[in-house]
């Protein structure tokens, strides 16, 4: 048949695949009945009256007796048992189920690899198809898009040309006010210009005669200062002079070079005088500091020795505070060791907390373990420990030799059993099936590795295939001989 390359209708698609689906083989799932649950449950053997029984009977045991502790341990034999029986049952019936699985899985593969190569290169070529009205449609709208590019660029510079004539027009109004602006300007400075100069002239002739009282007024103020007897202005309240203040006619007269000279000899008069009073208070500031820096080194010596006898007094108490909590915990941890390996000792016995064993270290030790000392403590519980480490063992090693012989004496009776209820035809065919079914491990890709696998493979499945012609070797020899 001919394959067009061209894409096909949807009728076409259809009719090709109605010849695919007659082509293929029918396949139908295997014909197994489904099983109730009881029917199920009787593929295990177990008798549930027994297994209740078997539960009212131990569940009620106590294990801290003698005769309670032996019948606890036959008890947990059965039950193990009976799992255990159950899981292999369980393996046994899942085996068919298993090997089923793998043979759907290999033949719904091999039908896969049938129709995949075709789904490939129809998918291949829808795919081209796709592609290429992909690249029609994305040729039309780049065009499209440049076509609108070119009408934007032609508004844009026609709008462009607009703008630069109105900048222009804006321009020359512009340098036409500015032109106009300037030339008021300089008309306007040219009278500030004017004014300024007459305003300058007076003030200079106004700040001179201010100067010259300021000068007068300053060095009264000075005079003043000093100390001498009279009055220097008619205003002797205030320490300094102001404008406003006039000079009394003496001094008002008084040329300021006299003035001046009069006003240093008084301060030079005065300043000696501030200066020895300034040094007497001086040794005596010196000396209160002297002593009020002796009082307080003093004081400061005291408080370091002070707080370093109370540092050395904390830190004695907090030691011995330490070592007694130590002591304490290291009681408990022994009380509780106490509690865990032996019945003798409850915790009301050992503590005043009898709600949980969780003990804190504030709770109340009764005696005589209260007084008991550490070491005593210590050797009884490792005493104690010592006793229950070896009777442990005694009851494990017991145990496990029980469960061994246990153990031995189950498989060799259902090994008879079954050799007793099974053809050696059929041991043949479940060996063979055993052979095939032995799980292959995940190796590395490594080629030697991979060659002794697939050889090891080989090899057993030609053992298997031995087996199953040796079992229907003895089966028709049977049927034979009953004939």
């Known amino acids: 048949m001919t394959v067009s390359t061209s894409p096909l209708t949807d009728l076409e698609q259809q009719q090709m695949g109605e010849e695919l689906r007659a082509a293929w083989p029918q396949v139908s799932a295997p014909n197994i009945s489904v099983l109730a649950e009881s029917k199920i449950a009787e593929q295990f053997a177990v008798d549930t009256a027994a297994i209740e029984s078997a539960k009212a009977r131990y569940s009620t045991v106590d294990a801290n007796t003698k005769d309670g502790y032996a019948l606890a341990i036959e008890g947990r034999a059965l039950f193990r048992d009976t799992r255990i029986g159950i899981d292999k049952r369980r393996k046994e019936l899942n085996a068919d189920a298993n090997a089923y699985t793998k043979r759907v899985n290999s033949v719904a593969k091999q039908l896969t690899e049938l129709v995949a190569p075709t789904e ?22 780049e065009a499209a898009e440049a076509a609108e590019r070119a009408r934007l660029r032609e508004e844009q510079e026609a709008e462009r040309a607009r703008m630069a004539e109105e900048r222009e027009a804006i321009e020359l109004e512009k340098k036409a006010l500015a032109d106009l602006r300037a030339k008021q300007e300089a008309e306007q400075q040219a009278r500030q210009e004017a004014e300024e100069l007459e305003r300058k002239g007076r003030e200079e002739a106004e700040r001179k005669r201010l100067q010259e009282y300021a000068a007068r007024m300053t ?10 007897p009279g009055c220097a202005y008619d205003d002797t309240c205030a320490a300094t002079a102001e404008l406003t203040r006039a000079p009394i006619p003496e001094f008002a007269d008084m040329p300021l070079q006299r003035l001046e000279s009069l006003t240093v000899t008084k301060e030079l008069a005065a300043k000696e005088l501030r200066d020895a ?45 330490t070592e007694k909590r130590r002591q304490r915990e290291h009681r408990f941890g022994l009380l509780i060791r106490l509690v865990n390996l032996t019945p003798d000792y409850p915790p009301e016995v050992l503590w005043t907390n009898t709600t949980s064993n969780n003990v804190e270290v504030d709770d109340e030790v009764k005696e005589p373990f209260a007084s008991m000392a550490i070491s005593e ?12 480490k070896q009777e442990l063992e005694a009851r494990r090693a017991s145990e496990t030799e029980e469960r061994r012989v246990a153990e031995l004496e189950r498989k060799a009776a259902l090994e008879k059993r079954r050799e007793a209820l099974r053809p050696d035809c059929e041991k043949l ?29 080989d090899a057993l499945l030609n053992i298997a295939e031995a087996l199953d012609k040796a079992a229907d070797a003895i089966d028709g020899s049977s049927s034979n001989a009953a004939s």
Do not use: C
């Open 120 to 141: 490939d290169a129809l998918n291949d070529k829808i795919h081209k198809v796709d592609e290429a009205k992909a690249l029609t449609k994305q040729a039309e709208r």
């Open 219 to 228: 060095l009264l103020a000075r005079l003043h200062n000093t100390g001498m």
């Open 277 to 321: 009073r300034a040094r007497r208070e001086q040794t005596e500031r010196e000396q209160a500091e002297a002593e009020e820096l002796r009082k307080a080194q003093a004081r400061a010596e005291e408080q370091r020795r002070l707080n370093a006898e109370r540092a050395e007094l904390d830190k004695q108490r907090a030691q011995l505070e």
């Open 377 to 388: 403590l210590e050797s009884l519980v490792g005493r104690l420990e010592l006793a229950w």
């Open 429 to 457: 065919r479940i060996y063979a099936e055993s052979i095939r079914t032995v799980p292959i491990p995940e190796f590395s890709d490594d080629a030697d590795v991979t060659g002794t696998i697939n050889t090891t493979i």
